[in-house]
């Protein structure tokens, strides 16, 4: 029987070091290795979110849509919905 071996694991700063973002361990997190490396190549310096939501769209189901925006946007949206609603 082959042995499979663990993943490599890195550390990644949830906030970035140069967006203010610490070394304390409430900002980092354990991630597989090659994922780490992929979202830094999908969220690199001049990329903007948005743009890479749209792009992922096209992978997920077609009655769902990504969208990326920060969470203080998200909590007003979401805020604004439910009042809607009620």
């Known amino acids: 029987m082959r042995k499979r071996h663990p993943r490599l694991r890195n550390i990644h700063h949830r906030l970035q070091r140069k967006d203010g973002g610490t070394n304390e361990d409430s900002n980092l997190v354990k991630v ?6 992929f979202y ?8 903007y979110p948005p743009d890479m ?7 997920i ?9 920060p969470r203080k946007d998200a909590r007003e949206i979401i805020k604004h919905l439910s009042q809607l609603v009620h």
């Not at 830094?40 to 990329?47: K, L, M, N, S, V």
């Not at 189901?61 to 925006?69: F, I, S």
């Open 61 to 69: 189901r077609p009655d769902y849509v990504m969208v990326a925006l």
């Open 40 to 47: 830094h190549a999908f969220f690199r310096e001049g990329t």
């Open 53 to 59: 939501a749209r792009k992922l769209n096209d992978w």
């Open 32 to 37: 597989d290795a090659k994922l780490h490396n």
